[in-house]
T-cell receptor, first 114, second 114 residues
Framework: DSGVTQTPKHLITATGQRVTLRCSPRSGDLSVYWYQQSLDQGLQFLIQYYNGEERAKGNILERFSAQQFPDLHSELNLSSLELGDSALYFC?????????????FGPGTRLLVL | AQSVAQPEDQVNVAEGNPLTVKCTYSVSGNPYLFWYVQYPNRGLQFLLKYITGDNLVKGSYGFEAEFNKSQTSFHLKKPSALVSDSALYFCAVRDPSPGTALIFGKGTTLSVSS
């Protein structure tokens, strides 16, 4: 158990809908990262937050947004969902945003868009 | 741009034999390199990382990896494979520059037969 928690574990929804994925980092970690894992794209970095502020952005679609709250938990919002958004979404956390810091991953949220 | 290559989709090895999972990278400057393992329906678990110093890095569950700067490689090794090592292995690289992301390889499935 990495100490990173994600809810829900599974999510089934329809095209055009909006969902929110939640992540709680390990105790003491200030930096949160979101990744998408799909069969065709592999593991892709979406976005990073550090102590409430956006720090880095990857291949995140405009339909997707995220934020980190004062209690350091983070939410990833996916809107106008398409079939291709079906994937496993991981959250990871690290103590600081420095490159040498180990990122610890949560169990993921499996999203299925029908 | 930074990138990671895992040239083998699958590695098959018999229990008790040594195993190697290959990884090569491309990054400007001195890279930070990581190995993660993913078991079915689970999140990624951190195995080991290279930041600086000794080229041979020891990690969890008896795994080790050797950093080779001239060959830009960071191969994962274990002297004696276990059936329970069967999983999906990811190599990842991060450029030391601020604001960069962890870039993952496509993953290598390790299958250890009894």
């Amino acid at each position: 158990d990495s100490g990173v928690t994600q809810t829900p574990k599974h999510l089934i929804t329809a095209t055009g809908q909006r969902v929110t994925l939640r992540c709680s980092p390990r105790s003491g970690d200030l930096s949160v990262y979101w990744y998408q894992q799909s069969l065709d794209q592999g593991l892709q970095f979406l976005i990073q937050y550090y102590n409430g502020e956006e720090r880095a952005k990857g291949n995140i679609l405009e339909r997707f947004s995220a934020q980190q709250f004062p209690d350091l938990h983070s939410e990833l919002n996916l809107s106008s969902l398409e079939l291709g958004d079906s994937a496993l979404y991981f959250c990871a956390s690290s103590a600081r945003p420095r490159g040498q810091e180990t990122q610890y991953f949560g169990p993921g949220t499996r999203l299925l868009v029908l | 741009a930074q990138s990671v290559a895992q040239p083998e989709d699958q590695v098959n090895v018999a229990e008790g034999n040594p195993l190697t999972v290959k990884c090569t990278y491309s990054v400007s400057g001195n890279p930070y390199l990581f190995w993660y393992v993913q078991y079915p329906n689970r999140g990624l678990q951190f195995l080991l990382k290279y930041i600086t110093g000794d080229n041979l890095v020891k990690g969890s569950y008896g795994f080790e990896a050797e950093f080779n700067k001239s060959q830009t490689s960071f191969h994962l090794k274990k002297p004696s494979a276990l059936v329970s090592d069967s999983a999906l292995y990811f190599c990842a690289v991060r450029d030391p520059s601020p604001g960069t992301a962890l870039i993952f390889g496509k993953g290598t499935t390790l299958s250890v037969s009894s």
